[in-house]
T-cell receptor, first 116, second 116 residues
Framework: AQSVTQLGSHVSVSEGALVLLRCNYSSSVPPYLFWYVQYPNQGLQLLLK??????LVKGINGFEAEFKKSETSFHLTKPSAHMSDAAEYFC??????????????FGSGTRLSIRP | GAGVSQSPRYKVAKRGQDVALRCDPISGHVSLFWYQQALGQGPEFLTY????????KSGLPSDRFFAERPEGSVSTLKIQRTQQEDSAVYLCASSSLGGGGLETQYFGPGTRLLVL
């Protein structure tokens, strides 16, 4: 069975500081991993995804994540936080399927707040 | 181009009332997904269509939930005899390919359902 655990339901950082949002996954098959961002009253937007190519994945808005198989982790980072980064972030896992839906399993989310 | 749209954006229903939620996917997208997002939680998979075929409905919580996509484009999620526990945001997503796990799912803004 596949699952995703996001450590910390709320993270607060100062503007300009490093952002680190933690995600650990459980999967019995090679996973696809995603980070989505959700702004208030908006749909989910894909930040980045890992699909078994490079382990360091760069996404939009300066975010990146590193796939570490030994740690079953896929943490999201950004070197310098902006006020506009304040949102809810979801880590998610999927897996290759040739005969059925590639449904996504989401974590419970981490709310990121940015202090001026 | 236009993204995924959903209507209504907000719906208030009395317990026991039937509701219908509409999703207009991105034109030409083969796959369509419905997710349910409870307050403070990540989205949870409900059902999946490939064109007009409903290939996976394993996430539908009860037989009160019914989804259709008769012409392989617009989809409707119907909830009969609504209960308070049905209160959530219902998200629709579409993707251009038919499974495989790699394709990006594009999400709509969601319909926020409140059952009183």
């Amino acid at each position: 069975a596949q699952s995703v655990t996001q450590l910390g339901s709320h993270v607060s950082v100062s503007e300009g500081a490093l952002v680190l949002l933690r995600c650990n996954y459980s999967s019995s098959v090679p996973p696809y991993l995603f980070w989505y961002v959700q702004y208030p009253n908006q749909g989910l937007q894909l930040l980045l995804k890992y699909t078994s190519a490079a382990t360091l994945v760069k996404g939009i808005n300066g975010f990146e994540a590193e796939f570490k198989k030994s740690e079953t982790s896929f943490h999201l980072t950004k070197p310098s936080a902006h006020m506009s980064d304040a949102a809810e972030y979801f880590c998610a896992v999927s897996f290759r399927s040739y005969s059925s839906a590639s449904k996504i399993i989401f974590g419970s989310g981490t709310r990121l707040s940015i202090r001026p | 181009g236009a993204g995924v749209s959903q209507s209504p954006r907000y719906k208030v229903a009395k317990r026991g009332q039937d509701v219908a939620l509409r999703c207009d996917p991105i034109s030409g997208h083969v796959s369509l997904f419905w997710y349910q997002q409870a307050l403070g939680q990540g989205p949870e998979f409900l059902t999946y269509f490939q064109n007009e075929a409903q290939l996976d409905k394993s996430g539908l919580p009860s037989d009160r939930f019914f989804a259709e996509r008769p012409e392989g484009s617009v989809s409707t999620l119907k909830i009969q005899r609504t209960q308070q526990e049905d209160s959530a945001v219902y998200l629709c997503a579409s993707s251009s390919l038919g499974g495989g796990g790699l394709e990006t799912q594009y999400f709509g803004p969601g319909t926020r359902l409140l059952v009183l």
